[in-house]
């Protein structure tokens, strides 16, 4: 790049940064209740500006332009340049996050909240990607990692109560919205397009509990332990292969060198993936993650062989792990589960 390159590349990337913290902190206030269109708003300013400063430094100055024209690109075109497939989940949720954008410059109810926050928050860890393998650039140095969740309000929306309150035309317009975006999620099943973070208080009798209470029998508040409905897909996120995946972008993330036999475990897998689907099996086994409903769900018809879906705390039990001795772990399970009888023929590893 030349001098006048460099200098709009580093402001892009500068102000690109800027609107990504905006867009986070505007969503996360409590004070206000606007967050779903300033988040909009300034995520989708924060990639443009990320994928012209990338488009720069790959191109050149002059691709930012449309030809024969002062204009630089829109949004929408700087992704078709930079992620050519429109089938790819990342452009099906930047489409729908562009989508809100517009919306939200004309007219929005806050029951959109329930249904965009999670297209919201996938964008959200699609920047934080992208950033980091487009620019080299990582986001956890201007804002903890743990502040990229959105506080996003996922509630059911009351087709009845919202008749009251709107008239037909914004209620038709609010369920089509929700039609398209859950029809959509469905069919693509993947983080990369919607994804939520899910906050689960349960009541056991271990001692291990991070909040306790006790039940009185008299007292001023009446309370009562009650049993809910868990929706499968939000508690388990996770195929086997997005568990892999998880694990595998923490490892490179974090510069942590995973080591079986005494090699890095790059070197001993297709794709010099460093952690695989057998590595995983050696969790699910020596844990007992198919047993267990904090880690896993079995999402096999009646009938048909087990089929297992899982959560964000066996990415994080698996992470934790691998964290501690990523020079010993794997050994230590496979020596570990060896010593276990092995399974029945012909039944699904995962």
């Given amino acids: 790049m ?42 989708c300013n924060a990639w443009e500006l990320m994928l012209k400063a990338h488009i720069i430094e790959r191109y050149g100055i002059g691709e930012i332009y449309y030809p024969g024209n002062t204009r630089t690109l829109s949004l929408e075109d700087c992704l078709k340049k930079v992620f050519t497939n429109s089938k790819d989940p990342l452009r099906r949720n930047m489409d729908k996050l562009i989508d809100v954008r517009n919306t939200s410059a004309h007219f929005i109810v806050p029951e959109y909240e329930s249904f965009y926050g999670p297209i919201l928050q996938a964008s959200v860890e699609n920047f934080d990607r992208q950033a980091r393998r487009l620019l080299g650039i990582e986001v956890s140095d201007l804002i903890p990692e743990n502040y990229l969740v959105l506080s996003v309000r996922k509630s059911a929306v009351d087709e009845d109560e919202c008749r009251a309150r709107y008239d037909p035309i914004v209620l038709e317009k609010m369920l089509e919205k929700r039609e398209g975006i859950l029809t959509t999620a469905d069919e693509l099943d993947n983080r990369k397009f919607s994804c939520t973070y899910v906050t689960e208080l349960r009541s056991t009798k271990k001692g291990d509990a991070d909040h306790t209470f006790r039940i009185a029998e008299s007292g001023d508040v009446p309370v009562a332990i009650i049993k809910t409905p868990v929706e499968v897909k939000n508690k388990y996120p996770y195929r086997p292969s997005g568990v892999v995946k998880a694990i595998c972008e923490r490892l490179a993330k974090s510069n942590v060198v995973l080591m079986q036999d005494g090699s890095d475990t790059r070197a001993r897998t297709k794709n010099r993936r460093p952690f695989n689907l057998y590595m995983f099996g050696l969790f699910t086994s020596f844990y007992g993650m198919k047993t267990d409903s904090r880690y896993s769900y079995d999402n096999s018809l009646e009938g048909e ?46």
């Fill in 2 to 43: 030349n001098d006048q390159e460099r200098q709009t590349y580093d402001r892009l990337i500068r102000k690109a940064q800027e609107a990504f913290l905006l867009a986070i902190e505007l969503y996360n206030r409590p004070t206000i209740q606007y967050h779903v269109e300033g988040c909009s708003f300034f995520l």
């Fill in 305 to 350: 062989a087990s089929s297992f879906i899982y959560s964000q705390q066996a990415v994080d039990l698996i992470w934790d792990k691998i964290r501690e001795n990523p020079e010993g772990v794997i050994d230590r399970l496979k020596k570990e589960v060896a010593k276990r009888p092995k399974p029945t023929p012909g039944a699904k590893e995962f």
